[in-house]
């Protein structure tokens, strides 16, 4: 297990912004089921538990369950995000919700 690992190295962004698109698609896969902002967030956490239980095994890493908790912010976050952006699409209002980019000369 690591100990000189801080809360806001850079990394942690890192781990945060691979695991949110990861729970934005298990959130989208399990949309008509129940609970699908649990099981986005347990299937975006994967990568990240899988990556954690590598870095266990090596000699100049180690386990990092603030690494971890980084990979489940993300996940939930993806999986929030895009449960929220079904739902919406889903209440029946002919509604559009978009991202405009504009850029001038």
Same mark, same amino acid.
Request: proline share 3%; net charge positive; glycine share 12%.
């Given at each position: 297990?690591?100990?000189? %690992?801080?809360?806001?190295?850079? %990394?942690?962004?890192?781990h945060f ?6 729970? +934005?698609?298990? @959130? ?15 299937i975006g &956490?994967?990568?990240? *538990? ?16 603030? %690494? *971890?908790? @980084?990979?489940? +912010?993300? +996940?939930? &976050?993806? +999986?929030?995000? &895009? ?7 889903? %209440?029946?209002? #002919?509604? &559009?919700?978009?991202?405009?980019? #504009?850029?001038?000369?």
């Open positions: 297990m690591q100990t000189s %690992d801080g809360w806001f190295h850079s %990394d942690k962004l890192k912004a691979v695991s949110a698109p990861f729970g +934005a698609l298990g @959130a989208y896969l399990t949309r008509d089921t129940e609970h699908p902002v649990i099981y986005g967030t347990l &956490t994967i990568p990240g *538990l899988i990556k954690e239980g590598i870095d266990g095994t090596c000699r100049g890493g180690g386990f990092s369950y603030k %690494d *971890l908790v @980084a990979d489940v +912010a993300g +996940a939930l &976050t993806g +999986a929030l995000l &895009t449960n929220w952006a079904i739902s919406y699409s889903r %209440d029946g209002r #002919s509604r &559009t919700v978009a991202i405009s980019y #504009s850029r001038r000369f």
